[in-house]
């Protein structure tokens, strides 16, 4: 079976940059695939990595 996190792991794996309602609001409007068991919201952990590599955005230029 593949590695699930929830909405707390999720933001502990950003360091904390982004907030678990953060996360909840991005599942609601459907950018995130979750896992739904119960009342537990659970999202794969390649789904994680697959959303987190497409919305990079590169680093500015320095000096701009």
Known sequence: MA???NVKELSEATGGHVSPYTFR???????L????????????AEDFE???SENRVPAREPGR
């Open 33 to 44: 695939p979750v896992i739904r068991l119960g009342r537990r919201i659970m999202v794969k």
């Open 3 to 5: 590695a699930m996190l």
């Open 25 to 31: 609001s991005w599942i609601r409007q459907g950018r």
């Open 50 to 52: 697959r959303f987190v």
